[in-house]
């Protein structure tokens, strides 16, 4: 899992918090339900689209977030990575020969920034972050475009998508460019479930 791809999670998965119990019908509804939230659960399924490719990357795996800011951002086939935040500390783990062995590279800093973010995502606050400008559909598709330009160069969009179950997403499309993109389809998440302090403090 490289930077980049740690930021889609991080990405995708404020997205969904944010978005978490709100059937809302506008930005302002959305921030009032998303203060509900103190943890959320589940698994996903990762489909990656590009015209390179004669069919879709598919990858499986399993989140976790608890209030303030633990994260698990786990990705359990076809390979296996773990992403763990907690008391402002970042640790990546690798699945190899000799079991899980932590990433060190020193470019895990860079989440220091997205964790910044955590805050104004999950109070639903999505008008006062500074990268994106959010917005809702006639279809209450939530469609989020990046304010820097810098930032387009690779992520144009995402889009949430509810599921017919009030309150939950079904799915979140990061478009990098106009035939590329990623989807994170999300299957039964539990909000507000019991969540073990472990699970954000050791990769087993």
Known sequence: MTVRHILMALF???????????GAQSLDEMRAAAEKITSIKGDFIQEKQMPILARPLIARGYF?????????????SPLQSVLLLHDGGVHRYLQSDKGWVE???????SMEFILQEISKWLNGRFEDNPMF???IDADKKIVMTPKDKGMDQFIRRIELVMADKPGVIKTV???????????????DPRINASIPPTEFQKVQ
Do not use: M
């Not at 976790?64 to 359990?76: G, I, V």
């Not at 990433?103 to 800093?109: F, G």
């Not at 499309?173 to 299957?187: A, G």
């Open 12 to 22: 995708v998965l404020l997205s969904v918090v944010g978005s978490a119990l709100c």
């Open 64 to 76: 976790a977030y608890q209030r303030p800011a633990s994260l698990r951002w786990e990705y359990q």
């Open 103 to 109: 990433d060190s590279a020193s470019n895990l800093k």
């Open 133 to 135: 400008k959010a917005s």
């Open 173 to 187: 499309t990061i478009f990098e460019n106009s035939d590329s993109f990623t989807r994170f389809t999300f299957v």
